[in-house]
């Protein structure tokens, strides 16, 4: 097998192992949160925090969600991180964003974080302010699923098929699951622009 052919055998098995009730589950959280008018906050880090800011777009545009990318404003994150420290630069933001009941903060991480082992500190004091302040929690993440697993009410687990290809595996499947979750019918969503013209 060639790089390309073993790689994408590994994301095919990753789409068989999904388990699609927990992408419904995700749905229902959502779908509460815009009928009860609340808030989705977007949050992860490197690659995470890019499928953050384009889903923050998706859920707004598309699924008519209020909605926030928690590291957008690049000013006030490099301002927090310089003088308070990387470690509650979110979990502040979210703080000044009155996070509370009938809000939900979404998550994408690659291992959930691990609170112990000082691994994501950024997500998982996002996640513990969002659950002490009465918000849910969805996600998508790999591995165990790490600390995100652990908090969320909702969470989608990538499975791991090929240890050295836990990452990019993971974070394409991120965008995958949002896109699948912008576009499902729990949300009722608006129709994109290509497919409302004519062929």
């Known amino acids: 097998m060639s790089f390309t052919e073993e790689f994408l055998e590994a994301c095919t098995q990753a789409i068989a192992g999904l388990d699609q009730s927990s992408i ?18 977007l949050c992860g880090s490197g690659g995470g925090a890019g499928h953050a800011s384009h889903a923050a777009c998706d859920f707004r545009k598309l699924a008519g969600i209020e909605c926030y990318s928690v590291s957008d404003n690049v000013s006030e994150l490099t301002a927090r991180v310089n003088d308070d420290g990387w470690d509650t630069a979110y979990s502040k933001w979210l703080e000044v964003s009155s996070i509370r009941t009938g809000d939900c903060l979404f998550v994408f991480s690659v291992g959930g974080g691990d609170a112990e082992r ?15 302040r009465g918000a849910t929690i969805v ?8 600390e995100l697993a652990r908090c969320a009410d909702a ?18 499947f991120q965008a995958l699951v949002w896109h699948l979750l912008v576009t499902h019918p729990a949300l009722d969503p608006n129709t994109p622009k290509w497919e409302s013209m004519d062929q």
């Not at 996600?139 to 790490?146: A, F, L, M």
């Open 24 to 41: 419904d589950a995700v749905a229902d959280v959502l779908a509460a949160t815009k009928a009860g008018s609340g808030r989705l906050f």
């Open 118 to 132: 000082n691994v994501s500190a950024n997500l998982v004091n996002a996640m513990h302010l969002a659950r002490d």
């Open 139 to 146: 996600g998508v993440v790999g591995r165990d699923g790490g």
């Open 155 to 172: 969470c989608v687990l990538v499975p791991t098929i090929v240890d050295a290809w836990t990452t990019p595996i993971t974070e394409g």
